[in-house]
């Protein structure tokens, strides 16, 4: 058995060597750079492009919105956004020119000598002033008016989280270039098949003339699953007008200023309780700022209303959301989608609701919390894998939270002690794959082919982008045929290689394309017992099995579709129904202490434990927990995008400050397994779920260490300050 041992990571070795190659690594002869002019004003008329005529032109190749052969959008859900601007600018950093060169810097020099002369328009920033909504949600369950009636208390709150930039090592980097009439994309990047459908409508090309190929990518965190489609525009546009391969890298300057980043937002709770602190009324309004463009807006919004009202059960609720525009660059997929917007408001809330009640907020999450049974707000019932209340206690036991509150208490007492200290809890579920009927949309295939020298090769378009897929995949089919994990490969995303296994995001790809492999992986063992007799046993056994089942072909392939499980039901008209086929569960407790001179924070130590059904390979699977918490700590502590006038002006990581590893606190992980009988090998979803909840519980822990609630992030030393005054 492999599932549940510690392989060692398959794209370890490369990357820690340096021989893995990241885009800008890979030799690509005759290669040009390709560069992007950007607009610098927030909302305008284009009313001139001009070129400086003492610049060599001659030696460029230049690209704007008339050069797009088919249609110029990046198509996504709603299709508005344009992939090179025409007429009318929404944001700052917009691409309207591309100009590409032989030389990096002279591509560079080409784009200062362009001007562009605007109308301006009148921009919005402020989300609560805008006056176009993307979309939005209405969430009800239950009586809202009886369940206020039945309330002891009423209690209100309002929270707002800052946007956060995703920070991949890898800064976004794509190739184009023409070969035997195939377009091919090459670059860092988490959905080629995301790409692959840009492209169509940019090129106006049927699919089998376009490849999306990945290379080795340095980090995604959702920030490279809508925007390299873009960015393969650019290049492809810009590929196929100078005959010749071009390639766009970004430097970490335009990558932050200019590409997608957490949807900020805002959200208002009012809740009512019986003085026991049973919910029984919730009424949850959330706003998202979406940027220029609607990009993903829709589908972030749905997971961050989906999850707005926490892991609790309560009989009356209503969410009401929506995603506006505003003229900054879109926001688009970041680790959580949503779900760390709306979890940092409900689960701080309990702070405010625990000072009214006076009853601890353990407690008042002990009486609320999903069980075995327990139905959601959009009334769905919880009918099996709820790690919820068993994640919850294990953190709290192994964290001595209890204890520590009330020994952090006598010792905040002490005024001669040169520090506050605090320690905060949070609590959450987190729906794995895409919500309601989204996976039946995608119909993801995947698959695995037997060569017929006795290669063994899982075939899906899910991206290694760090979370370790390679490995996991490997893990899966090699016990799904009860062979050696040595025995597999993963071949590479290449849409002309690979089937369509959907995108690399919402916690999806163990749970649902894992699902699928070792589907595949089980239709080839029982071919291998009809026409064999047996599962081969050693390499020479698979040999000779390969060379019976090919039967004279190269190799041979079993892909299997996504199936729907039964129960499960979704109204996508009235939101109400199964969200998620399941849900992951996460509990953390964060230790801090405050330097009362200076008000910075130390995190003392994290305890978590997460439900993630099964860990396929535990030593990965707690790499994402510790990593993901850490970058939730970041959103908590130390990151602040700001904006002036539409655009990030901290824009370079000197400046906009993340967790490197010394801020990484001692961290307890505990890896909860309640089987989804769905799940290969019962595993549900693992990689948004850390990031989740470790802001509310810093707030939390903050609020014990000086006695004030601050509802935004990040808690500074500037804001723990200024709240204390
Ligand atoms: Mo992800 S944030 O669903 O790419």
């Not at 601007?85 to 591509?107: F, K, P, Q």
């Not at 409508?201 to 190929?213: A, G, L, M, T």
């Amino acid at each position: 058995m492999s599932v549940g041992k510690n392989e060692p990571r398959r794209d370890g070795p490369a990357k820690l060597t340096g021989r893995a190659l990241y885009l800008d690594d890979v030799p690509i002869p005759g290669c040009w750079h390709g560069v992007t002019v950007r607009s610098s004003v927030p909302h305008g008329k284009i009313k001139s492009i001009r070129y400086d005529p003492g610049f060599a032109w001659d030696e460029c190749v230049v690209v704007t919105a008339k050069d797009i052969p088919g249609k110029n959008v990046v198509a996504l859900i709603e299709s508005d956004q344009p992939l090179l601007a025409d007429g009318i600018v929404r944001h700052r950093e917009e691409a309207i020119v591309l100009i590409a060169h032989a030389d990096r810097a002279t591509a560079y020099e080409a784009a200062k000598r362009v001007t562009i002369e605007y109308e301006p328009l009148p921009p919005v920033f402020d989300m609560e002033k805008s006056d176009k909504t993307f979309k939005s949600f209405l969430i009800e369950r239950g009586d809202l008016d009886a369940g206020f009636s039945a309330a002891d208390v009423v209690v209100e709150g309002e929270y707002r989280t800052p946007s956060q930039e995703q920070a991949y090592i890898e800064n976004n980097a794509i190739a184009a270039y023409e070969e035997n009439g195939i377009l091919i994309i090459t670059g860092s990047l988490q959905c080629p098949y995301y790409v692959l459908k840009a492209m169509k409508q940019i090129f106006n090309r049927d699919e089998s003339k376009i490849r999306v190929i990945q290379t080795v990518t340095g980090g995604g965190f959702g920030g490279k699953e809508e925007y390299p489609s873009m960015i393969a525009g650019h290049a492809a546009l810009l590929a196929l007008k100078a005959g010749r391969p071009v390639k766009i890298v970004y430097d970490r300057h335009e990558d932050m200023a200019a590409t997608t980043k957490r949807h900020p937002a805002i959200v208002r709770h009012r809740t009512g309780l019986t003085k026991d602190g049973t919910l029984v009324a919730q009424d949850i309004e959330v706003v998202m700022d979406g940027g220029a463009y609607a990009t993903l807006s829709a589908v972030v919004l749905s997971r961050g209303t989906l999850h707005a009202a926490g892991a609790y059960e309560c009989q009356n609720v209503r969410v009401r959301s929506k995603v506006v525009m505003t003229h900054t660059p879109p926001n688009g997929a970041f680790r959580g989608f949503g779900a760390p917007q709306t979890l940092f408001a409900v689960e701080l809330h309990w702070e405010k609701i625990a000072d009214q009640l006076k009853i601890d907020s353990l407690t008042l999450r002990r009486r609320n919390i999903f069980k075995l049974g327990s139905t959601t707000a959009t009334g769905q019932r919880l009918l099996e894998s709820v790690g919820a209340e068993e994640c919850l206690q294990r953190t709290v036991k192994k964290s001595q939270y209890v204890s520590k509150r009330k020994a952090y208490d006598r010792w905040n007492k002490n005024p001669r002690n040169p520090t506050w200290k605090g320690i905060g809890l949070s609590v959450c579920h987190h729906g794995a794959g895409f919500t309601g009927s989204g996976e039946v949309y995608l119909a993801s295939r995947a698959g695995i082919a037997l060569t017929r020298s006795g290669e063994l090769i899982v075939l899906a378009a899910s991206t290694e982008i760090g979370q370790g897929t390679n490995t996991m995949f490997a893990q899966v089919a090699a016990d799904a045929l009860g062979a050696p994990v040595s025995w597999f490969s993963v071949e590479t995303p290449d849409t002309h290689k690979v089937p369509d296994s959907g995108p690399t995001v919402a916690s999806r790809t163990c749970m649902v394309v894992g699902g699928l492999v070792s589907r595949a992986t089980q239709e080839l063992k029982r071919a291998f017992e009809a026409e064999y007799g047996r599962v081969p046993q050693t390499p020479a056994d698979l040999k000779k099995a390969a060379a019976a089942l090919c039967a004279g072909a190269p190799a041979r392939r079993f892909e299997v579709s996504y199936e729907k499980p039964p129960e499960v039901a979704w109204d996508d008209a009235t939101y109400r129904g199964d969200a998620y086929g399941v849900y992951s569960y996460a509990a953390i407790v964060v230790d801090l202490e405050i330097d009362k001179l200076t008000y910075e924070v130390r995190v003392r130590k994290v305890t978590t434990a997460q439900d993630i059904g099964k860990a396929i390979n535990p030593l990965l699977a707690k790499g994402q927990i510790i990593g993901g918490s850490t970058q939730g700590l970041g959103w908590a502590l130390l990151e602040e995008p700001i904006f002036k006038d539409g655009v990030m002006v901290n824009s370079q990581l000197t400046n906009y400050v993340i967790p490197t590893s010394l801020d990484t606190p001692p961290f307890d992980v505990i890896l909860v397994e309640k089987p989804y009988s769905r799940g290969p090998f019962g595993a549900k979803g693992v990689g948004e779920l850390p990031m989740d909840i470790p802001g509310p519980a810093v707030a939390a822990a903050i609020k014990h260490a000086t006695g004030r609630l601050i509802a935004t992030l990040p808690q500074t030393p500037e804001r723990i300050a200024s709240s204390l005054t």
